[in-house]
C-alpha cells in the first residue's frame, strides 16, 4: 500500500514546485521602447578605415522612428545627410535610409539607399544596414567593408 501514496506525493510535491517557480516570474511586458532621441555609432567594423559614422536624430510616434541621419567617412569629412526610417515590431526594427541627389554639397548626382534590420533597447541599437552608392565617385564615401550597425543614444 505505499505506492499509492507516494504517486500523490509526488504529483503534490510537482504541483509545489510549479507554484513556487511560478512566483519569482513576470508576467506582465517588457518596457515600451522610446527611441525618440539622437544616435550615435558607425556603420561597418570599429577601427576599419571603410567604416561611416553616423548621427541620427530621430523622434519615435506609433510604431515609426524616423528622422535625418549623417553618416561622415572620417578620413574625407564629406556628409550624407538623408532620412531613416524604422518599422517597429517589438524590439526588431525595419531600416530604411535614403540621401537623394542634390543632397552632398558638389556631387550632385550622389545617391545613397539602404534596407535593413536591427533589434534596440531604449539605449542601444545593432543590425545591419547595406547600403547602394550611386554616381558618388570622389565623395570618399563608398560601401562599408561590413554592413554591421552600431548605434547608441
Not at 550615435?40 to 571603410?50: D, K
Not at 541620427?56 to 556628409?79: L, R, Y
Request: aromatic residues 4%.
Amino acid at each position: 500500500m505505499r505506492t499509492p501514496l507516494r504517486i500523490p506525493a509526488v504529483v503534490c510535491a510537482a504541483g509545489l514546485l510549479a507554484a513556487l517557480s511560478a512566483c519569482g516570474s513576470s508576467t506582465s511586458p517588457s518596457p515600451r521602447l522610446d527611441l525618440t532621441g539622437t544616435w550615435s555609432g558607425l556603420l561597418g567594423q570599429q577601427a576599419s578605415s571603410t567604416a561611416l559614422r553616423i548621427t541620427w536624430v530621430a523622434t519615435h510616434t506609433g510604431n515609426v522612428v524616423s528622422g535625418i541621419a549623417t553618416m561622415v567617412k572620417p578620413s574625407f569629412n564629406v556628409q550624407a545627410r538623408g532620412v531613416m526610417t524604422g518599422i517597429i515590431e517589438g524590439e526588431r526594427l525595419i531600416l530604411t535610409y535614403a540621401v537623394p541627389s542634390d543632397s552632398i554639397q558638389g556631387f550632385s548626382r550622389c545617391e545613397i539607399a539602404g534596407i535593413g534590420n536591427a533589434t534596440a533597447t531604449n539605449t542601444s541599437m545593432t543590425g545591419t544596414l547595406p547600403l547602394m552608392f550611386t554616381s558618388c565617385a570622389g565623395t570618399g564615401l563608398e560601401p562599408p567593408g561590413s554592413n554591421e550597425l552600431r548605434l547608441t543614444k
